[in-house]
């Protein structure tokens, strides 16, 4: 039997402050969590009793052990994290200034394992028969990983029962992993043919298509390729675009705590949704709400919501 949801990408261990609106350098003491946004998202959709493995890789050290240990209690397959034997396990670092100010510290240098998943190792089975197969942005930043994550795209794209799946394309655009703008324009392009759903929010979306407007980064994201196109607005709520048309979530009211893991679980859920088959309307709004809760929450793997929660939330 196949995975539901299936995530491929950055992994890390996250080192988040306990105390709040306070600089790194007076933080005195921390808590350690399960990061990376596509492992995140796994985590998200496993809450949800989703069948879910995440493809990623670790260093072979105790903050791997780390990994393997909390993707196993969080009801994730692990069997496709592997170590690399020269690199780190990489860690995060965030400042904490609700509501709106997150900055990150991404200790990945000079490469992170992540970025070392190779085409020659995936399980191309594995990823042809998933109901959901998720990518990122940051995957194409950096070989051999981009050729891999290109690789699982296009193995995907032309399997036999090809369109049967859902292949989502998160945009996931971090400017200190690209050299520019342009470069990591050209790959997500290079990657939007092979994907069923786009999504990012406004920035990611202009680093993608080269468009600032809400309605017309959704164009052209489905003009691209995609057939839904999901532009997440922060304040104004999130604009989702299909074959059907288009509609617009306005946001959830929250009380801000840590904004960071709100999108993984925004992820979480829309692969939840999408596999549900629930018209659009209803996954951006239990998608919405599923953002909302751990954006009032401290972590991110830990905060992920379950569905009677969401459920709850939206009522």
């Not at 299936?6 to 933080?27: H, W």
């Not at 990150?104 to 970025?115: T, V």
């Not at 080269?210 to 309605?215: F, S, Y």
């Not at 893991?261 to 018209?279: K, P, Q």
């Amino acid at each position: 039997m196949g995975f539901e949801v299936l995530t491929m990408g950055r992994v890390g261990v996250d080192i988040y402050p306990l105390q709040v609106g306070v600089g790194l350098a007076e933080v005195e003491t921390f808590g350690k969590y399960l990061g990376g946004s596509p492992t995140n998202v796994a985590v998200a959709a496993a809450r949800y009793g989703r069948r879910v493995a995440v493809i990623t890789r670790t260093g072979a050290d105790p903050f791997g052990d780390f990994v393997h240990s909390a993707l196993r209690g969080y009801g994730v397959d692990d069997r496709y994290v592997t170590a690399v034997a020269h690199l780190p396990t990489p860690v995060t670092f965030c400042e904490i200034f609700p509501p709106d100010d997150f900055p990150l510290y991404f200790y990945r240098l000079p490469s992170a394992p992540d970025l070392q998943i190779r085409a020659d190792e995936l399980d191309i089975e594995a990823i042809r028969s998933a109901g959901v197969f998720w990518v990122t942005g940051t995957g194409l930043c950096e070989e051999p990983s981009r050729s891999a994550t290109l690789a699982a795209l296009r193995h995907r794209a032309e399997s036999p029962g090809a369109g049967a799946g859902i292949t989502v394309l998160d945009l996931d655009y971090r400017e200190m992993f690209w050299p520019s703008r342009e470069e990591a324009r050209r790959w997500l392009q290079e990657a939007l043919p092979y994907v069923t759903v786009a999504v990012g929010n406004l920035d990611e979306c202009y680093t993608a298509v080269a468009e600032r407007d809400p309605a017309a980064a959704a164009k052209a994201l489905r003009d691209r390729g995609a057939d839904l196109a999901v532009v997440k607005q922060g304040p104004r709520g999130v604009l989702a675009v299909d074959g059907s048309g288009a509609v617009e979530v306005p946001p959830v009211p929250v009380e801000v705590v840590n904004g960071l893991g709100a999108g993984d679980a925004f992820g979480g859920a829309l692969c939840h949704g999408l596999l549900a088959g629930w018209e659009t309307a209803r996954v951006m709004r239990f998608a919405n709400a599923a953002g909302a809760i751990v954006a009032g929450r401290l972590a991110c793997s830990d905060a992920m919501p379950t569905v009677d929660e969401v459920e709850a939330y939206v009522r």
